[in-house]
């Protein structure tokens, strides 16, 4: 599989410390897992510019066959999807509305993930506290806890949102007006 | 015990060979930290710590060319892929993917310089000195005189510094090079600085001091037992009996923690809590690495328990009770999917400690390993875990190829 990132201007929020960081390692990882198990032949980036991890892209892309299927996806990272990403048989979206509406409806093979659930923020709450007074082993059991639901792969509330798509039967996609969350 | 030994060997060591893929050895992992279960592929840390040591062992005691082969496989796994900058690629364990993973670089080419003295490929003293060499420059911190966990983060990690030590023990011996063993002395010293010297636990060292001052009060059993090779080390290269007291303390919390049936608890804190699960088993294998360096008997339950542990597959599961890290009374049967899953980073170590334990001159039997299936628990949903020489499954949920650096599948939770 080719990799390769194409610099995008539109913001997105730095993904370079803690928990934000782990968010973005974990997306990734769901990416990469699954362009593999679908055998893409590319993986387009649409990197936005902000402080994440290019050298996480380079390392996963380190160890992946080349294969011929002709079949190509795209990571757009973004409240807003781009027509850029017409002609992308597999799309990741990478935002941060719990519900986005428009095209969706017409596509198949959704998968979602909820990456840093608000319940694992919660405990992430319970972790600071704990540091404030010095509570190690209260420190550890909110840790824990907030690391069981990082990430939810039901619907849920959370930083950030992943959903995949799988658009082989769709001719176009159309852009997507940001809506409330 | 000497008739298990050999049998259990050969059938690890006929298992690591399942594990290996294009660029070294892989599959997931489960650890106290975080798991990663999606990235797969080969992992260039700590695990070539306890393959290289443990395969030279083999070679020393047998000369059967077969375990010069591995040695020679596992040494070029880390040779290729090391990065411009010395550092090697996916060298995080349960952080992969990533780099400059702390032990993971330094355990690694420990174990590289360990298979330069068998082999006497001059380059793999290349290699493992661009790495060490690479730590120092990005780990060294000039204000407090010591070296950092990350790049720009003042805090220690003594168990850390202490494999940080021992190999720039090592590199300093081959290299002749004395710097190396001024940075050496600094590291180790600071396992002596974070060393609790009175009281209940008198002897254990803290995890983490996160101000480079003051000890974070959590103790675990596991890392203490990294810390004694170390110490010996250090003890004999500086001529210096503090450190093989020190090692003396750490062991008697080792022994005082130690719980019936041969596990240690997870974590034990200073106020007197604990944390008993996860409890390892192929990580227990440290611990008793530990005992058999400082020349003590294996305390024998905890060998059993061990030895007892073995899958069919010819590896040794990770640990019992990983439900119970968020649920204190979660059921440790059927067991949590982490439990059950075995990962080379830590079946390493069962290598290192059961070939230092083998009689010389002993030829191992043939393996003698079968793919099994058992019950096991994914949050609280009942499936089977079942492994094969080519992949692990648990139910239809997820699949991981031995041979394939990401899993197929949903993920294991949500």
């Known amino acids: 599989m080719q990799v390769s990132v194409i610099p995008a201007s539109h913001p997105w929020p730095q993904m370079s410390r803690g928990a934000m960081e782990e968010s973005w390692h974990r997306i990734l990882d769901f990416v990469f897992a699954d362009a593999m198990d679908h055998a893409l032949q590319s993986l387009t980036i649409y990197w936005p510019r902000t402080e994440l991890d290019i050298e996480g892209i380079a390392l996963r892309s380190a160890f992946l066959p080349s294969t011929h299927s002709g079949a190509t996806g795209a990571l757009w990272i973004g409240n807003t999807l781009s027509d850029t990403l017409s002609g992308f048989s597999r799309i990741y979206w990478l935002h941060q509305k719990q519900a986005p509406r428009g095209f969706i409806t017409t596509l198949t093979s959704v998968k979602e993930y909820a990456i840093w659930t608000h319940t694992s923020r919660w405990w992430g709450l319970g972790v600071r506290l704990a540091d404030l007074i010095h509570a190690t082993s209260l420190r550890d059991r909110c840790m824990s806890r907030s690391q069981a639901h990082f990430v939810a792969t039901h619907a849920s509330s959370a930083q950030f949102y992943l959903h995949i798509y799988n658009v082989q039967e769709v001719s176009h996609v159309q852009p997507l007006a940001a809506s409330p969350r | ?414």
């Open chain 2, 1 to 414: 015990m000497s008739n298990r030994l050999p049998q259990a060997l050969a059938n690890l060591d006929a298992w690591l060979q399942t594990m290996r893929q294009p660029g070294g050895y892989g599959g997931p992992v489960a650890h106290w930290w975080r798991d990663q279960f999606v990235y797969t592929g080969p992992g260039l840390d700590w695990r070539y710590e306890g393959i290289l040591i443990g395969y030279s062992e083999l070679w020393d005691k047998t000369h059967e060319v077969q375990w010069l082969a591995r040695l020679k496989q596992a040494a070029e796994d880390l040779k290729s892929g090391q990065l411009s900058d010395g550092s090697y690629r996916m060298s995080r364990f349960e952080q992969n993917p990533g780099t400059l993973g702390t032990p993971h670089e330094a355990a690694a080419s420990l174990g590289l310089l360990t298979a330069m003295e068998r082999t006497g490929d001059l380059t793999l003293l290349a290699t493992a000195r661009a790495n060490l060499d690479n730590l120092i420059h990005r780990l060294w911190d000039p204000t407090t005189h010591g070296f950092t966990d990350k790049p720009g983060v003042p805090g220690r990690v003594p168990n850390k510094l202490a494999t940080f030590s021992q190999a720039l023990c090592l590199l300093a011996h081959l290299t002749q090079d004395d710097q190396y063993l001024e940075y050496a002395k600094i590291a180790i010293d600071d396992v002596l600085r974070f060393q609790i010297d009175r009281g209940r636990f008198q002897g254990a060292v803290h995890q983490y001091a996160p101000d480079n001052q003051h000890g974070d009060h959590r103790l675990f059993p596991y890392y203490n037992a990294r810390c004694i090779n170390p110490l010996l080390t250090a003890a004999k290269v500086f001529s210096d009996p503090t450190y093989s007291q020190a090692a003396a303390r750490i062991m008697d919390f080792l022994r005082q923690t130690m719980a019936d049936d041969g596990s240690w608890p997870q974590i034990v804190y200073t106020s007197g809590r604990r944390v008993d699960y996860p409890r390892w088993l192929a990580g227990t294998a440290d611990i008793l690495y530990a005992f058999h360096r400082i020349g003590e008997p294996l305390p024998a339950r905890a060998l059993d328990r061990l030895l007892a542990s073995q899958l069919p597959s010819g590896a040794f599961p990770t640990a019992i009770g990983f439900g119970r890290k968020t649920h204190r009374h979660a059921p440790l049967d059927p067991p949590d999917y982490r439990d059950l899953i075995p990962v080379v980073g830590w079946n390493d170590k069962v290598l290192r400690l059961l070939a230092a334990r083998l009689p010389p001159a002993t030829t191992l039997p043939p393996p003698n390993i079968q793919p099994y299936s058992r019950p096991a628990r994914i949050t609280a949903k009942d499936t089977v875990f079942t492994e094969t020489i080519q992949m692990f499954q648990y139910g239809s949920d997820y699949t991981v190829s031995k041979s394939a650096p990401w899993a197929k599948g949903e993920i294991l939770w949500g």
